[in-house]
């Protein structure tokens, strides 16, 4: 019957469509794919081998094979531990802080009605300023003689005593500089965190104030245990711009006064651009991202679904 | 009474944490517009004592290279952000709709990008656009600029087309509309809102981009604002003309900001779901 031959014919163009439509598939990627590879994949790649070689760029003809020697070697470089001393230093109370604002402006905001725009435009605003270009304002705020910190302790607040030059000593620069990478991202996380609470189901929430628990209570034993979700997500994010850290020491502080600030990535920076020695800049860029992987997977661990 | 006084703390507290985000870029706004004797003057004046736009007009002075700066930086975001947009709504649609072998595997590798710290691709990136030649060009700076952003651009786009119901575009390709004119035609239209929240982070995410540009534009010539403004810092610098400069450099993001908030909020929150 005609009805049949109508159906196998377009069963028959189904299928030759699937078959078009997974080339097409490939040819509707391919363009963003290769861009990613050639900048992305391929350098992952690439850059491991070169963690495995002994190359400077300016003197040496070609890399010579030197096994894991350039990551010993950045495990016994004291320059190497002091960055990376003060990379975790700087992650650990970016970490702490970021987290616990973040959370504690996003409940606050999630609870409250009024001027909510306002608040949040400006507390989020930050998160698209370029960070070099805020480091730059921040330089000046924190100068000594002529910044406004300063001037709001010494003048405004009457603590002169507490005015100090605050990226010139060794004991204030890392918290400047935390200070300044909080700025730029409690926003960010905030948003986050308020994502999560908004995701809360409202009967859940309904149904522990009818059972007494409102206010304080709720928050502590309905609302925080079950962001569990959410600290993954901003939990992973928080530990991956405490160890990336760069643009904030490299604009304020280069690093100093002394190494009191030197990060893990200035020093891959340095020895790759600077010194030139790709393959030593290599291991230590690699260590970082093993540190990154192994920070995340604990805290995914930490914060896993316990059935 | 007890949650009067709870409210009250709350907002002023929600007060504080506004005024401490809002308060440097208040500043660099106002000194911009003092001169540089009442810059320097201790104890400082918060507000200005006059509307000085000398900082202003001494941008567009010779001898220096502000405006070298802000072409540099306009001409690799708009670029860039054409490039992100493009590529994603092609790539998008493919992983969406168009699965094929190794699609998924695919994915998983983009989105696995992530995760891991730029440093990494420093040195391959750089030794590759030397052998290229295009090290301190503005197309040395696109380049990993575009591929840097995209694959938070792809997860936007393709959970934008996967949220089009099958039966469109089923209707389109029965009807005899190729695949391609079914996606510039009928699904394209469909994802506008994925598209703005695309423009909006590459947009910011570029124009703000230090760690590539420190890397491969070294020459002042090639370099955008946010590693050629860095060059003008010192122990005790003149602020006045940076800080006009900074608060041009920072208007454009901030600009779109005001005006796209709700779909900037959008994109950190469904960028981050499973990122």
């Known amino acids: ?307 | 009474m007890k949650s009067k006084w709870i409210n009250g703390i709350m907002y002023a507290a929600l007060g504080t944490a506004s005024l401490f985000f809002i308060t440097p870029l208040l500043y660099v706004m106002l000194t911009s517009f003092k001169t540089e004797n009442e810059i320097f003057r201790v104890p400082q004046s918060l507000l200005p004592d006059a509307l000085y736009a000398g900082n202003y007009i001494a941008i567009f002075e010779s001898g220096n290279n502000f405006l070298r700066y802000f072409a540099n930086s306009a001409i690799i975001t708009v670029t860039g952000v054409f490039f992100v947009l493009v590529l994603s709504a092609l790539a998008g649609y493919g992983f969406a709709r168009l699965p094929f072998r190794g699609s998924g595997a695919m994915l998983a590798a983009i989105l696995m990008t992530i995760t891991i710290p730029l440093a990494v691709f420093l040195v391959p990136i750089y030794l590759m656009e030397d052998a290229w030649g295009i090290l301190n060009t503005n197309l040395g700076l696109i380049l990993p600029n575009v591929a840097v952003v995209l694959p938070f651009a792809i997860f936007i786009m393709r959970a934008n087309y996967m949220g089009i119901p099958n039966e469109l575009e089923e209707a389109a390709l029965i009807d005899g509309c190729g695949v391609f004119r079914t996606w510039w035609s009928i699904m394209l239209p469909l994802v506008k809102n994925g598209s703005v929240i695309v423009i909006i982070h590459a947009f910011y995410n570029i124009w703000g981009e230090y760690t590539l540009a420190k890397t491969l534009a070294t020459k002042p010539d090639a370099m955008p604002l946010t590693v050629g403004l860095t060059l003008f810092k010192g122990e005790v610098w003149a602020f006045g003309m940076l800080s006009a400069v900074i608060v041009l450099s920072m208007l454009p993001p901030i600009i779109i900001f005001l005006v796209f908030q709700k779909q900037l909020i959008e994109g950190i929150s469904q960028g981050a779901v499973k990122g």
Do not use: C
């Open chain 1, 1 to 307: 019957m005609a009805g049949s031959s109508v159906t196998t014919g377009k069963r028959h163009g189904f299928r030759t469509l699937h078959r078009k439509k997974q080339w097409y598939g490939f040819f509707f990627v391919l363009p963003a794919f290769l861009f990613i590879f050639a900048f992305m994949l391929y350098p992952v790649v690439y850059s491991f081998y070169m963690s495995l070689h002994k190359y400077n760029y300016v003197f040496d003809p070609s890399p010579v094979f030197a096994g894991f020697g350039n990551y010993l070697k950045a495990l016994e470089d004291s320059t190497f531990r002091t960055a990376l001393k003060n990379t975790i230093v700087f992650s650990f109370f970016y970490f702490v802080l970021v987290m616990a604002v973040s959370l504690a402006i996003a409940l606050t905001l999630y609870h409250v009605k009024r001027f909510q725009s306002f608040f949040r435009t400006a507390i989020f605003m930050p998160i698209v300023v370029p960070v070099s270009l805020s480091a730059l304002v921040f330089l000046w705020i924190l100068q000594e003689n002529y910044g406004l910190l300063n001037y709001l302790l010494r003048d405004v607040l009457g603590l002169a005593a507490l005015a100090k030059p605050w990226l010139n000593l060794g004991s204030t620069a890392m918290a400047s500089i935390i200070g300044v990478s909080l700025w730029a991202t409690i926003g960010f996380e905030t948003i986050l965190f308020l994502g999560g609470l908004q995701a809360l189901s409202r009967e859940m929430l309904e149904a522990a104030v009818v059972d007494g628990a409102d206010g304080f209570k709720r928050i502590f034993y309905v609302i925080l245990p079950n962001l569990k979700e959410t600290y993954v997500i901003t939990g992973i994010w928080a530990i991956l711009h405490g160890l990336k850290v760069f643009v904030e020491p490299n604009v304020m502080t280069n690093g100093g006064p002394g190494n009191s600030t030197l990060v893990v990535y200035q020093e891959v920076y340095y020895n790759a651009f600077n010194r030139f020695e790709m393959g030593y800049a290599s291991a230590e860029a690699y260590i970082l991202a093993i540190l990154a992987l192994a920070f995340s997977l604990l805290n995914m661990y930490i914060n896993r679904a316990k059935d």
